[in-house]
T-cell receptor, first 109, second 110 residues
Framework: TQLLEQSPQFLSIQEGENLTVYCNSS?????LQWYRQEPGEGPVLLVT?????EVKKLKRLTFQFGDARKDSSLHITAAQPGDTGLYLC?????????FGTGTLLAVQP | NAGVTQTPKFQVLKTGQSMTLQCAQD?????MSWYRQDPGMGLRLIHY???????DQGEVPNGYNVSRSTTEDFPLRLLSAAPSQTSVYFC?????????FGQGTRLTVV
């Protein structure tokens, strides 16, 4: 069974700080996705990484896929209150996407 | 585009009652799934479908049924609600660019 573990579980930081969220597995994934979920809403896809070592940037968010395709990280530069939310990584077959337990981020103004 | 539409948004059931959560997508995606989200547990896959007429069990299928008579619709049925099924339920439709989720149904079973 493929499992995705995320760390940290909770993160509370001040506006302007940098942070990194990790997603780790003992299994190899053909691709990993990152989602952000806000209260009362469904997860929204941020990015998909497919190649080992790949780095993708989305404004202040930088996503990296590990060389062995077993892990991924999300780095946020100069966090803003609007970045607050639950960040989820996900991977697996098209018909059986599995999710990590998530990192709950709170950015204080 | 509406994307993925789930109804209802909120529901309270008594133990033993049955109900159907509706899900519809307008993106012509073959793959659709139902997840439940509980505190500290993340999103867990209940059932999924790879196309009309084809469904399969996910990680936590007990107490739930699904059907997929059309590409657009993928309803989830609770046969006899139990307090352990209190959760937030999400329907997802998956295409080449990733999964798209509905807004969720917050279900409370008393």
């Amino acid at each position: 069974t493929q499992l995705l573990e995320q760390s940290p579980q909770f993160l509370s930081i001040q506006e302007g700080e940098n942070l990194t969220v990790y997603c780790n597995s003992s299994s190899v994934f053909s691709s990993l996705q990152w989602y952000r979920q806000e209260p009362g809403e469904g997860p929204v896809l941020l990015v998909t990484v497919v190649t080992g070592g790949e780095v993708k940037k989305l404004k202040r968010l930088t996503f990296q896929f590990g060389d062995a395709r077993k892990d991924s990280s999300l780095h946020i530069t100069a966090a803003q209150p609007g970045d607050t939310g639950l960040y989820l990584c996900a991977g697996g077959a098209t018909n059986k996407l599995i999710f990590g337990t998530g990192t709950l981020l709170a950015v204080q103004p | 585009n509406a994307g993925v539409t789930q109804t209802p948004k909120f529901q309270v059931l008594k133990t033993g009652q049955s109900m159907t959560l509706q899900c519809a997508q307008d993106m012509n995606h073959e793959y659709m799934s139902w997840y439940r989200q509980d505190p500290g547990m993340g999103l867990r896959l209940i059932h999924y479908s790879v196309g009309a007429g084809i469904t399969d069990q996910g990680e936590v299928p007990n107490g739930y049924n699904v059907s997929r008579s059309t590409t657009e619709d993928f309803p989830l049925r609770l046969l006899s609600a139990a307090p352990s099924q209190t959760s937030v339920y999400f329907c997802a439709s998956r295409g080449p660019k990733g999964a798209f989720f509905g807004q969720g149904t917050r279900l409370t079973v008393v």
